[in-house]
């Protein structure tokens, strides 16, 4: 029974009208929700960072599961892009243009971070491992004290009162457009050099992998899409600042990506869905009204204590979340698996069974 | 025709003289052994062909073009393809996929063209995966393409290995131990298989070994190196009397 249930499943999913069908819809909801208030304007904004938060979490399992490396840097990416956008949209981009120009300025923060991703590209041609976080966490520290020094774009005290442009469709369209390209890109010649340098460089090399290139390619991209979701992000919350854009912003997308599972965009995209959801629920304001729900049934000064102190205990629950995964569940919720829609037909096909008569001698059966 | 020729390649590793004085004149189409104890240097000179290291000295040319100084992948382009004594297969990944990352430097698409899955991309991918399917049946692996190479038995992926280094499409194809670890009658079976590939691909071939059976048995060329330094070449009846070889050989195996 459950090999029939099976088996009509992975028809639909093998469906060519599946992904495109599902997208419309998507793509309906994302303009329809908004446009007649068909959830409320708080549970908008949630959609609103599971999206950026896919962003950030399937771009930086480009670097950290696909490829094996422990890049600490994505939160600095992440301010360049945001930055940039948001000064674009701020200080050049006449008012008037704001919805043609806003696509145009997104992309430039994605653009201008791609660049910065040459830069930790560089060291990852001779340093590898520990030595590589280390140079990542540095570079996340120098872009965050250069933002600090610089009076132009607000030093500490960032830049606030930027205009809301961020829309439910516009999230909808960039998480697709990326989650896609990185999509693509894990299934190509150099998603399998993205592959191969994890498991061996060396071997890589000598199988004709341009082990640089690669390198560089999936740094670019990953930190081209990080920037991507900087500028949203910016629009959105409408202040940024170098705070925004720290190690604890770096942390929640580790615990995303290894939460989800390493090299599996279907992972990420559950696992930035899932602590998207976690971290609103653990919300003070949440809490509260959680705890006022069921008010016999936990003592309440603890109730009182739990709520207001919850914004520290998050800088302990969390990091311990981050180690307690990688710990014990290293595989996440779908490590190094794929959801099936995901993966291209061709590929898929691949593996089918073939009896070729192929006539080799010594080898006969 | 020469294909590889190597002039007064030296190799130092530190204090430690590697690899001395070696020449090395390779006709297009032969199969030549490399024999020698432990430590001779073998492996090593498969390294400076294929980049691993830089010669500390000498050159290596590969139909004219100059090795040394290439980056590994550049001179694999070129068309030299290799195993490893230790095999070095990409563990975690299928057997298949172990076959397509050897096609990347033929795989004729720009990263546009990656990013959005247009153009040359689909061409070449189907390519690709027919071709690697392809090698996989040559090898009797057909059926283990989705298998992780990790979980493939011993000698199977001593076989993915060559199958590997066959996607490359080499016109030189160098083997290192082929026949470690296996049972006598195995020997026989991979010998005739070198043989076979080597018709069926055209191949030349440079290959290292320890079992004397083997390289007696397929190769047209030997040459044995100790300490470094080449002790004597030619066909396989002269070394087989070659007081020099005997010597160094010596307690080790007796040769034939
Ligand atoms: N990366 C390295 N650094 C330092 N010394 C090395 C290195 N690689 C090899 N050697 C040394 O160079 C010498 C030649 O090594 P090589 O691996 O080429 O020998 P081999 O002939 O392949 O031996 P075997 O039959 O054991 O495989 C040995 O003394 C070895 O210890
Ligand atoms: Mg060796």
């Given at each position: 029974?459950?090999?029939?249930?099976?088996?009509?499943?992975?028809?639909?999913?093998?469906?060519?009208?599946?992904?495109?069908?599902?997208?419309?819809?998507?793509?309906?909801?994302?303009?329809?929700?908004?446009?007649?208030?068909?959830?409320?304007?708080?549970?908008?904004?949630?959609?609103?960072?599971?999206?950026i938060n896919i962003i950030l979490t399937v771009s930086l399992n480009l670097v950290n599961g696909y490829m094996g490396e422990f890049s600490l840097a994505h939160a600095g990416f992440m301010a360049v892009g945001a930055y940039t956008a948001a000064l674009l949209t701020m200080k050049v981009l006449p008012v008037a243009a704001y919805p043609v120009l806003f696509?145009?300025?997104?992309?430039?923060?994605?653009?201008?971070?791609?660049?910065?991703?040459?830069?930790?590209?560089?060291?990852?041609?001779?340093?590898?491992?520990?030595?590589?976080?280390?140079?990542?966490?540095?570079?996340?520290?120098i872009v965050k004290s250069a933002i600090e020094n610089i009076d132009y774009i607000g030093g500490p005290r960032g830049i606030p009162g930027i205009k809301r442009l961020t829309t439910l469709p516009w999230v909808f369209f960039w998480t697709v457009a990326t989650v896609w390209m990185i999509r693509n890109f894990v299934y190509s010649k150099y998603g399998r050099g993205v592959l191969a340098i994890r498991e061996d460089e060396i071997a890589s090399d000598l199988m004709s992998v341009n082990t640089k290139r690669v390198k560089f390619l999936a740094f670019m991209l990953s930190s081209f899409c990080a920037g991507i979701a900087g500028a949203l992000f910016a629009h959105l919350l409408q202040f940024i600042s170098p705070r925004v854009f720290d190690i604890i912003k770096t942390t929640d997308v580790l615990i995303m990506v290894y939460l989800g599972g390493i090299a599996s965009?279907?992972?990420?995209?559950?696992?930035a869905t899932a602590y998207t959801a976690l971290m609103e629920v653990l919300r003070p304001s949440t809490m509260a009204a959680l705890f006022n729900w069921l008010p016999d049934l936990i003592f309440d000064p603890l109730n009182q204590y739990i709520i207001q102190n919850l914004g520290v205990w998050r800088m302990v629950i969390m990091p311990l979340?981050?180690?307690?995964?990688?710990?014990?569940?290293?595989?996440g919720m779908m490590g190094q698996r794929e959801f099936r829609g995901f993966i291209p037909r061709r590929d898929r096909d691949a593996y089918r069974r073939i009896n070729a008569p192929v006539n080799a001698p010594g080898e006969k059966p | 025709m020469t294909l590889l020729e190597a002039t007064q390649v030296r190799h130092l590793f530190g204090g430690l003289c590697a690899v001395a004085d070696f020449n090395l004149?390779?006709?297009?189409?032969?199969?030549?052994?490399?024999?020698?104890?432990?430590?001779?240097?073998?492996?090593?000179?498969?390294?400076?062909?294929t980049g691993v290291y830089q010669a500390t000295e000498g050159s290596i040319r590969f139909k004219g073009t100059e090795l040394v100084g290439l980056t590994p992948h550049q001179i694999t382009a070129l068309r030299i393809g290799r195993t490893f004594q230790n095999i070095r297969l990409f563990r975690d990944l299928s057997a298949l996929d172990n076959v397509r990352i050897a096609h990347y430097a033929q795989a004729d698409y720009s990263p546009l063209e990656a990013l959005l899955h247009i153009g040359r991309y689909r061409r070449e991918e189907q390519r690709i995966?027919?071709?690697?399917?392809?090698?996989?049946?040559?090898?009797?692996?057909?059926?283990?393409?989705?298998?992780?190479?990790?979980?493939?038995?011993?000698?199977?992926?001593?076989r993915l290995e060559i199958a590997r280094a066959l996607a490359?499409?080499?016109?030189?194809?160098?083997?290192?131990?082929?026949?470690?670890?296996?049972?006598?009658?195995?020997?026989?079976?991979?010998?005739?298989?070198?043989?076979?590939?080597?018709?069926?691909?055209?191949?030349?071939?440079?290959?290292?070994?320890?079992?004397m059976k083997l390289v007696m048995g397929i190769c047209e060329r030997i040459k044995v190196l100790d300490f470094g330094e080449t002790l004597a070449e030619g066909p396989p009846l002269a070394i087989q009397n070659d007081p020099k070889v005997l010597e160094a050989y010596l307690g080790q195996e007796s040769v034939g």
């Open positions: 029974m459950s090999a029939v249930l099976k088996d009509a499943w992975n028809g639909l999913l093998d469906q060519a009208w599946l992904v495109p069908a599902l997208l419309l819809i998507g793509f309906g909801l994302a303009f329809a929700i908004p446009e007649y208030n068909l959830l409320n304007k708080y549970i908008q904004l949630v959609l609103m960072y599971i999206g696509p145009l300025a997104v992309l430039a923060g994605g653009i201008v971070a791609a660049i910065m991703g040459l830069i930790v590209a560089v060291p990852s041609f001779k340093i590898r491992g520990d030595y590589l976080a280390i140079i990542t966490l540095a570079f996340l520290m965009i279907g992972g990420s995209i559950l696992g979340l981050l180690v307690l995964v990688m710990l014990y569940w290293p595989r | 004149d390779l006709q297009a189409g032969q199969l030549m052994g490399i024999i020698g104890p432990n430590g001779a240097g073998k492996t090593t000179i498969f390294n400076l062909i995966i027919d071709n690697s399917r392809r090698l996989l049946a040559i090898f009797k692996l057909e059926h283990l393409a989705g298998e992780m190479a990790k979980n493939l038995p011993y000698g199977l992926q001593r490359i499409d080499p016109e030189l194809l160098l083997l290192d131990e082929p026949a470690a670890g296996m049972n006598p009658n195995e020997i026989d079976q991979l010998m005739e298989f070198i043989q076979w590939i080597r018709t069926e691909f055209k191949l030349t071939i440079l290959l290292i070994e320890h079992q």
